[in-house]
């Protein structure tokens, strides 16, 4: 018998044995985690969810998670070391996991993955994400109206679709709050590093920006944001409240619990599905976080406006006419994006400048 | 009480301390997680114990080899620049310029079935990429005289840069739908680097890193390169008067630590990784900085520092998701592993006299 029969065994093994005591054992949930939990951003509020869900059920689930596992051969071991310990559900929470779940879900497949901001999919693979951009269309519209110096510097971490959906919405809404409105764009290439993003804010600040918008995870742009005082910014993955008022005059939560809490049920119920999720402001995936005194009242009011419209589904973030930055027409008047396009999203909108790296 | 320097180094103590070392990391790594309210001997049972002789150390042992295989790969080439007095820190940019070239070799094949060429081909083009990277440090030492460790060590974020640039663009998976990141080269039968027999562990990068500790035992006790490397180590100015030229001894060495890192990136990514990413070094070039110092850059020594300093990784993987031990109290131990072998090297090269001693 080789190794690998003897691996399968195991596995088969571990399988029977969740069966038979279906009843009385918890269901085990693992998290793996790309930063550290403390990082007050993306981690941050999947740790939280994590908790949410060990409230919600109590002794019904155990929760195991590890943190900070580099992208790749690492992400596979630590998926495995999960498997084997006996975990029903595992929650891959980075897109570089991606391949490694895959690999991981074909060697065991009594067990469930939930693969997080990826497109492959298999029968015990399912992947979401939320629709971040809608978020972003807010802040746009505060960054627009709340600019002096009609400049906003933003913070990008790697140029992929995700990222770039964000810097379109967010200019598309700014350019209609002030059309004078220019938008300079950063590549930290990186979720996480506070000393880099740290490096990137105040070289945007030092280039006449005065609302910074982040798309990586740590707090260190708003605190360069507070350092040079008259800037603004938000709050990125998590509510980063301890800069309010000002810099941080809003942000985009993002409350991964719902989706965690319905899916482990799903385990104990024996109805969980493979399939893909995309969930938005309207089933509370993104939330708005308190916009804060720092933004004047009518602007308030207006981002509120545009957030109960996204929320009801009656206005989309990309809603024509809109064109490519080369000119090319994009969307017709009324016309709106499909969910493939934006998935795969590689192109800036009309009036951004600047190259997507390539 | 104090400090007496010891004639010659003493052989006793070159063998002791990094046993010491181990521990004392396990006594006050104990401590600590005592401190974190988790068992100590559990914890220290599961990060030492646990993936050698556990339960699912069927699985364990097989991924203490591709942890170590790169460590020892790597650390095997540093140890001969630092036993000349040439320190390379730069080993994770060879790492991965080794791994793109190779990659990049691979992929020009793709979809070609020919893997008695494609592999062997590719394996060429990772060594000579971090051969071609650690040139760099290399001629512009031996040209110009600059510090290798701060040119080598500055050329790590230069790769780190043309790795997020090639992952987005050259080598960007066309059927990627956008995403950064190469075609997958465990799924490319000709360029991939699958495990020799299945469930071991056991691939071709494990096994260049047991012919390179083999060689560079027998280059540094039999041959006369060797001789040199410890001479310029250990008595530059003997060397120079006994006709090494120093030149030779830096391009030598930086070129050899190159290749291997290279390597030991090229099969990385054929393999267990699997693609090129924006992230897809996570440090093996630093880590085996350590492993080199804790083997007492000794091929030996290196080969058991390895397989060590992935049981650490390996256990303390294990620690976090079945004790939830916080990823940082693991990367503390494997700092003290390095912290107490510093200390107690004093011993090798110092004797503890008590009262006033001999000396006047």
Known sequence: MNRRTLLAGAVLALGLAGQGMAQDEPVKAGFIFVGPIGDGGWTYEHNQARLAVEEHFGDKVETVFQESVPEGADAERAMTQMALGGADIIFTTSFGYMDPTINVAKKFPDVKFEHATGYKQADNVATYSARFYEGRAIEGLIAGKMTKTNKVGYIGSFPIPEVIRGINSAYIHAKKANPEVEFNVVWAYTWFDPAKEADAAQALIEQGADVIIQHTDSTAPLAAAEKAGDVIGFGQASDMAEYKPSPRVSSIIDNWAPYYIERIQAVMDGTWESGNTWDGIGPGMVEIGEITEAVPAEVKEEALALKESIASGEYHPFTGPLNKQDGSAWLAEGETADDGTLAGMDFYVEGLTGEIPN | ?360
Not at chain 2, 179 to 186: A, D, H, T
Not at chain 2, 250 to 261: E, K, P, Q, R
């Open chain 2, 1 to 360: 009480m104090r400090l007496e320097k010891r004639p010659q180094p003493s052989r006793l103590w070159t063998a002791v301390t990094p046993v010491l070392a181990v521990l004392l990391t396990m006594l006050v790594g104990g401590i600590m997680f005592a401190l974190l309210d988790t068992p100590p001997l559990e914890a220290i049972r599961t990060i030492f114990w646990d993936p050698v002789f556990g339960e699912f150390a069927f699985y364990y042992r097989g991924q203490l080899l591709v942890k170590a295989g790169p460590l020892i790969l790597i650390a095997i080439g540093l140890s001969l620049g630092f036993r000349a007095g040439i320190w390379n820190i730069g080993a994770e940019g060879q790492y991965i310029m080794g791994a793109i070239c190779g990659a990049a070799v691979g992929l020009a094949f793709y979809p070609m079935e020919a893997r008695w060429m494609i592999f062997p081909l590719m394996v060429l083009a990772g060594g000579l990429g971090g051969w071609a990277w650690a040139m760099i440090p290399a001629v512009l030492k031996v040209r110009f005289g600059t510090n290798e460790i701060l040119v080598s060590l500055m050329l790590v974020y230069v790769a780190e840069a043309f790795l997020a640039s090639v992952s987005q663009g050259l080598l960007k998976n066309p059927e990627g739908m956008g995403f950064p990141g190469s075609r997958n080269l465990q799924q490319y039968p000709s360029a991939a680097n699958h495990e020799l027999i299945a469930g071991t562990g056991m691939h071709w990068g494990v096994v260049a890193a047991l012919i390179a500790v083999i060689f560079a035992y027998v280059l540094l006790a039999r041959h006369l390169q060797g001789f040199n490397i410890r001479l310029t180590g250990e008595a530059p100015r003997a060397a120079r008067f006994a006709g090494v030229q120093p030149a030779r001894i830096i391009v030598f060495c930086l070129g050899t630590a190159g290749a291997l890192a290279g390597m030991a990136g090229l099969f990385e990514v054929a393999g267990p990784a699997g693609q090129i990413t924006i992230d897809f070094n996570s440090g093996y070039g630093f880590t085996a900085i350590i492993v080199a110092f804790l083997g007492r850059l000794h091929p030996v020594g290196i080969l058991l520092a390895g397989l060590l300093m992935a049981l650490t990784y390996i256990g303390g993987e294990a620690a976090q998701s079945t004790l939830g031990l916080p990823g940082a109290s693991i990367q503390l131990l494997q700092g003290m592993l390095l912290f107490f072998l510093l200390a107690t090297d004093v011993f090798t090269n110092y004797r503890i006299r008590i009262g006033q001693g001999a000396r006047a």
